[in-house]
T-cell receptor, first 115, second 119 residues
Framework: DQQVKQNSPSLSVQEGRISILNCDYT??????FLWYKKYPAEGPTFLIS?????DKNEDGRFTVFLNKSAKHLSLHIVPSQPGDSAVYFC??????????????FGSGTQLTVLP | GAVVSQHPSRVICKSGTSVKIECRSL??????MFWYRQFPKQSLMLMAT?????????EQGVEKDKFLINHASLTLSTLTVTSAHPEDSSFYIC???????????????FGPGTRLTVL
């Protein structure tokens, strides 16, 4: 049972336009969400995160939106650049006792930014 | 940002041998380290969680006698794949989390991964 889902395995966007990556979750105990970027044969790189007490967090070109009622979050990248082409993973964690703040990952979305 | 290294980056071994992978936090003390496994075009699957000085906690379905984890210091954790078989071939990634300072408690910083190929 996937607790974190990224339903779009791939997304192509023109350079300069906005990229929107989506993520849904089912576990209502999740209270912290993160986005990671990953290149082939490399470890994930942390991008941006958001606590469940917020609905938006912005860092430069990256903005994460959280809709708790819909159990949905999204990552917006604007403007998109060719160097943004990578696999993006959504991850979630909960503060439930004993959870050690483990991360549960989605299956990833391959973003391709076309020049 | 926090830097995590892994060694080796790539290893090829014969079936039946054991392979040790090291994970180091270079500029912060990692109270907790995590080991993941990723199959091609799939997500990262958590294998185990290790806290410095205590036994690792393994996820369901992960054999603790096959994947030995040692977290002897605040900057080093090792994963040993014992009696490796071809089905153990995968991309193994570690992550580290500190108690504060450079590393937020909520964030994990990942190593570059180790590609294991068992012949």
């Amino acid at each position: 049972d996937q607790q974190v889902k990224q339903n779009s395995p791939s997304l192509s966007v023109q350079e300069g336009r906005i990229s929107i990556l989506n993520c849904d979750y089912t576990n209502s105990m999740f209270d912290y969400f993160l986005w990671y970027k990953k290149y082939p044969a490399e470890g994930p790189t942390f991008l941006i995160s958001i606590s469940s007490i917020k609905d938006k967090n912005e860092d430069g070109r990256f903005t994460v939106f959280l809709n708790k009622s819909a159990k949905h979050l999204s990552l917006h990248i604007v403007p998109s650049q060719p160097g943004d082409s990578a696999v993006y993973f959504c991850a979630a964690s909960s503060g439930v006792s004993g959870s050690a703040r483990q991360l549960t990952f989605g299956s990833g979305t391959q973003l391709t930014v076309l020049p | 940002g926090a830097v995590v290294s892994q060694h080796p980056s790539r290893v090829i071994c014969k079936s039946g041998t054991s392979v040790k992978i090291e994970c180091r936090s270079l500029d912060f003390q990692a109270t907790t380290m995590f080991w993941y496994r990723q199959f091609p075009k799939q997500s990262l699957m958590l294998m185990a969680t290790s806290n410095e000085g205590s036994k690792a906690t393994y996820e369901q379905g992960v054999e603790k006698d096959k994947f030995l984890i040692n977290h002897a210091s605040l900057t080093l954790s090792t994963l040993t794949v014992t009696s490796a078989h071809p089905e153990d071939s995968s991309f193994y990634i570690c992550s580290a989390r500190g108690g504060g300072g450079l590393s937020s408690y909520n964030e994990q910083f990942f190593g570059p991964g180790t590609r294991l190929t068992v012949l």
